[in-house]
Structure formats: C-alpha cells, structure tokens
C-alpha cells in the first residue's frame, strides 16, 4: 500500500491548483474579442508614494468570488496581482511587486477592480492591463512616475559688470528642463543646461544665465518636467553692490597711483632737501 505524506500532498494539490488557474488565466484571454472596461487612463504619481490604478466594472457587480488579473505585458512573469475566489492568488506575482499590491474587498463586491500599489518605484513606470475574464474585459492604465527636486543657487561670479548666475537641481526624473525668468517673469536667454543621469536613473541639471549691471532686480530658476506636471523654482535678489562700475573703478585706481606718485616726490625732495643741509653743515 502506497503512503503518501499528508503536508506533502496538500502542496502537491496546491500547487496544481495553482497552475490551473494560470491555464484557464491564459486560456480565458485568448477567447474571443475583449472589450473595454473604460477608457484608457494616465495616471502620474511621485516616486515613494501609494497609487491607485483605475478599474471598474460597467455595469457594476460582485466580482469577490470571482478571478481579476492585473498585469504588465511587458514583464515575465506579467503578473502584478491575482485575485482568484475570494483570496489572494499570488504564486506567480513577478517579485518586483512582492508585498506593495492590494484588491479592496469592499471594492470588489461593488465592482470596483482597482489596484492599490504602494511605495512606487522608478520601474513600476509602464502600461498596466486589469483583466475580468469571466466577461472577458479589460482596460489599460499608463502609470508615470516622476521624481522631483527644489533647485539651488551653485554659484554667484562677478565678472566686471556681468554677474553670471549658476543653479542646480537634483534627483528629477524623467528629465527635466531649467528656464531662467526676470522679475517681471520674461524669459532670459541662458546657455546649454548641462544634464547628467546617475546610477539611480535620476537626473542632475546645471545651469547658467548672464545678467548685465542691473539696480536690485530679482531672477528666478525655474526647474521644470511637463510630463508629470512638476515645478520647483528658486528666486535669487541681484543688487547694484554685486556689479563693478568699470569707469568708477579706473577713476579710484587714477587717483591712488596719482597720490602714491605725489607722496613719493615729496618724500624725494624732503630727501634731497635734508642732505644738501646735512652737506653744509
């Protein structure tokens, strides 16, 4: 008589189970033509924070015991979460996912399949598809993820009667630009924004305006990305002290060379004086 260990036998059982219910998964999307849940949807969120990807079922119904896929084409394995039954199915969840996914059970009930993603990363950027195969629908959501970072003032350098303004920004992503503003908000003409992407995959930039001989005016750095929406500005005060009058300063330095020549011919003759004295006496 064959004995079969009992704990072994229910992973066996298990794990049959499991690959089961990726089949009839698999099978499922292959049948027929799907239809949308909704529209297709952008959503941008910032790196570190939680996000809520966007799926309901049209017209709304319990779908608690029913099976929800949420996946990334894009990745092997593809699967982000799976809810199979009433429970959690997560044997196949691609590891980069491990513990940051979750279906609301109240959600569900009511049709609402959306995906809560926790502590988002650089990498979790990318098009999502949540799938309803019982009805064979599913719908896309586009996650951006961006990283921002407040600019600084690298450099003040006072060049004659030019005062070039340096500013830097790091940890932006995706790539940002640097616009430079007058206090009245007109855009100045600056050079090349130096850009440099770390190990990280976030970006630093670098940038530099010259501004002429001004009295108190007020710049503004702008570090913008469009795509996710984002701006951080800094405002740096340039006064008249920073600026060198080029024709003042000749006129000062005029005048001391002329005083230090005076005081040494006076000196001279009050030598000359005092030893022709010393040559009488």
Known sequence: ML?????????LIESFSALVTVILLLLAECRGQSLEV???QTIVTLLGEDVTLPCHLEPAADVFSKSVEWGRPDLEPRFVHVWHEGKNFLVSQNPSYKGRTSLSIENLRQGDLSLRLSAVKLSD????????????????VEL?????????????????????????SKGWYPEPEVVW????GNLLSAGPTETVRGPDDLYTVSSRVTVEKRHSINFICRVQQKDINQ???????????????TSSAVARIG?????????????AFFLWKWRKNQTKG
């Open 3 to 11: 004995c079969v260990n009992d704990g072994l036998f229910i992973k």
């Open 181 to 184: 503003l007058d206090g009245e």
């Open 38 to 40: 909704g529209p297709a």
């Open 231 to 245: 701006t951080r500005e800094i405002e740096i005060q340039v006064s008249a002290d920073y600026f060198v009058d």
């Open 144 to 168: 951006v993820v961006g990283s921002v970072s407040s600019p600084v003032i690298a450099g003040i350098n006072i060049d004659s009667s030019r005062v070039i303004l340096q500013c830097e």
């Open 125 to 140: 950027n990318g098009m999502y598809r949540c799938y309803f195969p019982s009805k064979n629908k599913r719908s896309t």
């Open 255 to 267: 005048i001391i060379v002329v005083a230090v020549l005076i005081f040494i011919l006076a000196a």
